[in-house]
């Protein structure tokens, strides 16, 4: 995993459109897109509207959710002048360099990709092409503007090697060096993971709803949610080890509360004169002024179709010239008009 950047790096990274995202979205990845933006000029953020097609997205979902993720990108601190926003349908070279990719793509290594065969577990009924074909589709996107850098989770490594494949396959199949290799990349934090409220696991957008802190929930939804997190029936006795379910909770208080409410707590725990209602009390009310003023510039952004029309136009004009310019390359060497 890459952890620096250099201003000539091309970042190039897709989020499958979800309004759904949470909190942990929020600190695990949208977190360090807004601080990369500083970092370097040439920098691609798309909504991978087609990705979603292997799972048969509903039409008018799909419309909604790209509009509230493009939404919450913004509303999150993305500048739509330092980053070129758009969805992955606009720019149709991408479709094209898909199905180009796709020659250079055997069988045999799709079909041992972990995500394939997790899909496959998860959606027996629907094994189509595109899921086999996923990480070519994805190739294609960062190819498309010889992007060097890709900010990804770990789940996504997979995919990123493939891309590296896919291109150099490419280059030397065709004897000519037009793409570079894309690395994975994150600011050299372990990546985090936020918990779930449900005592264990990790906030999970499918999960059961209130088992997650949604970007766009109200006040009294979150009150709500962590009113009902799960915990224990607290320490009996000085010095306690938490259980996950408590440790989780105090993990989040340290995202959104001041440390030294956080050390008020924690002495309070092991002195055990904790009480799980204050705790919470007190969480629900730093997690509110936190995502508060966030959901609220979301919602502002989302309200206005006019600026979202125009940030998405103005970021797939850039995007297309970029593709455009590889395609030229693309089809001059392989022959075709
Ligand atoms: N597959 C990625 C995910 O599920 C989203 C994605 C699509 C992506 N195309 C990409 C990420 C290209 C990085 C680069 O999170």
Do not use: W
């Not at 695990?28 to 500083?38: D, S, T, W």
């Amino acid at each position: 995993m890459e952890t620096s950047l250099n201003k000539a790096d091309i970042v190039v990274s897709g989020v499958r459109p979800s309004g759904k995202l949470t909190i942990g979205n929020y600190f695990g990845a949208i977190r360090n897109f807004v601080k990369l933006q500083e970092s370097c000029d040439q920098i691609f953020c798309f909504l991978a509207d087609i990705h979603t097609l292997t799972t048969h997205s509903d039409p008018v979902e799909l419309k909604n959710s790209v509009k509230l993720t493009t939404a919450i990108y913004l509303g999150c601190g993305l500048d739509p002048n330092k980053v070129n926003i758009y969805a992955q349908s606009e720019v149709r070279e991408i479709s094209e360099l898909y199905l180009y990719l796709n020659m250079l793509a055997y069988m045999g290594e799709l079909e041992k990709t972990a995500a394939f065969k997790d899909k496959i577990r998860k959606h027996a009924d629907n094994i189509n092409a595109g899921l086999l074909t996923y990480p070519v589709l994805m190739a294609a996107d960062v190819l498309i503007h010889k992007g060097t850098k890709v900010p990804v989770g770990k789940d996504q490594i997979q995919h990123i090697e493939m891309m590296r494949d896919f291109g150099s396959r490419f280059n030397f199949r065709y004897q000519k060096n037009i793409f570079p290799e894309p690395q994975p990349f994150s600011f050299g934090e372990e990546p985090i993971k936020i918990p779930s409220l449900g005592g264990s696991g990790k906030m999970d957008k499918s999960g059961p709803e209130d088992h997650a802190i949604f970007l766009i929930d109200d006040d009294k939804a979150i009150e709500k949610k962590i009113k009902r997190a799960v915990t224990d029936t607290g320490p009996t006795e000085k010095n306690s080890v938490k259980p996950e379910s408590i440790e989780n909770l105090f993990y989040l208080m340290e995202l959104v509360s001041e440390k030294s409410v956080v050390a008020d707590f924690n002495a309070r725990y092991n002195d055990s004169t904790i009480r799980y209602g204050d705790f919470k009390k007190q969480l629900a009310e730093d997690m509110i002024q936190f995502v508060r003023p966030v959901r609220e510039r979301i919602l502002e952004f989302y309200h206005n179709d006019k600026l979202l029309l125009e940030v998405t136009n103005k970021g797939a004009d850039a995007a297309r010239k970029s593709a455009q310019k590889t395609m030229k390359e693309v089809r001059e060497v392989m022959g075709l008009k």
